[in-house]
């Protein structure tokens, strides 16, 4: 059974980055990076590079960080973009 890629979420005080990485093969698949307000449209935009790459299904990591505020809004948004998790 292949593994879901794992969709990683980072933030510091000004940027918010979401990346789709492949632990089987050891590699990253896509990754978006933006302001903190723009956490929507993050989720939006890696769902859509992983809609590309022919990913639907993904494990979520939230890095330690809540699932609250920024972190959430991004989940939902990429949710919304197609991804299941």
């Known amino acids: 059974m292949k593994k879901r890629p794992r ?11 979401a990346q ?12 978006v990076r933006g302001r903190r307000g723009e956490a929507g449209s993050i989720g939006e935009k890696i769902a859509a590079m ?4 022919g990913v ?3 494990v979520f990591d939230r890095s ?4 609250h505020g920024k972190v959430r809004e991004l989940a939902q ?6 991804l299941e998790f």
């Not at 969709?7 to 980055?17: E, F, R």
């Not at 789709?20 to 990754?31: K, P, T």
């Not at 330690?64 to 699932?67: A, L, M, N, P, V």
């Open 20 to 31: 789709l990485v492949d632990d089987e093969g050891g590699i990253s698949l896509a990754q």
């Open 64 to 67: 330690g960080f809540r699932y």
């Open 7 to 17: 969709l990683t979420v980072h933030k510091s005080n000004k940027y918010i980055t």
């Open 77 to 82: 948004a990429a949710r919304k973009g197609g």
């Open 56 to 58: 639907a299904k993904i």
């Open 50 to 53: 992983a809609k590309k790459k």
